[in-house]
């Protein structure tokens, strides 16, 4: 049986995906922290690993620090599969960690790690996400 979701709209799963990777390419791959407001509601509630980010702005410096502490990030999408208004994103990250994060020392030294981002759309736009990571290659 399927339930009625307020934040459903007639956007198809295809499309979601589309977004969800583009959002994972200006914002991450590309550092374009401006455009997150063409990806992401004003209210957006981000899960991260090392802390919760609450709101459009929050989010704006929130990766800014991530790209200062990992200024040569790239993300891979290795899968993707989507299911109503949820999309969810296996991903590669490779990096150089070049200053403190998450009350690890900056190390210097290339890394790669491999997680997996949950979003969930409300209309065209990014609501809340979940992201899940192996935090411990940074203290490796």
Request: hydrophobic fraction near 40%; glycine fraction near 4%.
């Amino acid at each position: 049986m399927v339930t009625y979701d307020p934040y459903r709209t007639h956007m198809s799963e295809t499309k979601y995906k589309t977004v969800a990777r583009r959002f994972v390419e200006e914002i991450f791959n590309e550092r374009k922290t401006e455009a997150a407001k063409n990806f992401l509601t004003p209210d957006v509630a981000y899960h991260g690993m090392a802390e919760e980010v609450k709101g459009l702005e929050d989010f704006k410096k929130w990766v800014a620090e991530d790209l200062s502490a990992f200024p040569d990030m790239k993300i891979t999408i290795e899968d993707e599969f989507g299911e109503e208004n949820k999309v969810a994103i296996r991903w590669a990250l490779k990096a150089t960690h070049e200053k403190d994060f998450a009350d690890f020392p900056a190390t210097h030294k290339k890394f790669e790690s491999h997680g997996v981002e949950i979003l969930h759309f409300e209309g065209d736009k990014i609501k809340e996400a979940w992201t899940l990571t192996d935090l411990s290659v940074l203290a490796q």
